[in-house]
């Protein structure tokens, strides 16, 4: 386990010692003594947070909607700036899924979610309280994961996959870290491009310009955070000027990319998830 700390931010962090069994699956251990008012960022995946720790973790949306304890969210949670997450003595393991396993080990389609946050109870029943109770009595973190994973596997095993075309085009998104030639994709798959669009959205719950745009600004923010000065970044990345950069990274976040640099969210990935974030180079 390593110690995070950004400004008020220490955060203490454990990783797996070994890759999930299932592809699309990446995991971190989190313990935190007071999570103070935490900006979510919007990430290319989609959001499993399993909380066991003595007291569970609050998620503040705009219009006053709270959510506590265990909880799923979709890759457009915290659009705008309008999340906060917030706690003391938290700990949970967080698991980011792709899109293309989602609804395999959810049981829910990505598309059914949108940008709403739900309890894990709402989705597993009485499987969440019991994950929840067997993570907090295992003595080690790679326990916890280990548990963690052969439930994600066993759950994984037994639902249907998305659409190879579907899969293909994500990847194809992702790839290019948001810079594919998105109206060339249905051509390349063989399919027309309202039926790409169509079970790209419906399985997958963005459509592919929804998917390039949030690929894309992951890639940038990341490097913002590695301390690429933002006019590099929009070069770089594939924005049209600063001033783009600029305005798609207050749409996702409500914040100036300055801001968004120092955001422990993700500042915390080059330890909770090594080699997911870009080297600043």
Known sequence: MRTFVRDTAVWDVACPSRPSRVAGVTMA???VRDLDALRMVPHPAMTLLVEFGAASPVLDRDG???QRGSMVAGPGLGFGGSVRVWGENVECVQVRLSPLIARAVLGVSPADLGDAVVSLEDLWGREASRIRERLGGVPSWQDRFALVDALLARRHEA???VDPEVAWAWRR???SRGRARVDGLAAEVGWSRKRLWSRF???LGLAPKQAEKLVRFDHAAHRLVAGVAAARVAADTGYADQ???HRDVMAFTGATPATVSA???LAVD???????APSPA
């Open 29 to 31: 251990g989190f313990r």
């Open 64 to 66: 006053g909607r709270r």
């Open 159 to 161: 639902e249907r996959p």
């Open 173 to 175: 998104i992702v790839g």
């Open 201 to 203: 959205r419906s399985q």
């Open 243 to 245: 001033s783009h950069l």
């Open 263 to 265: 955001e422990p969210f």
């Open 270 to 276: 080059d330890i909770a998830w090594p080699g997911s």
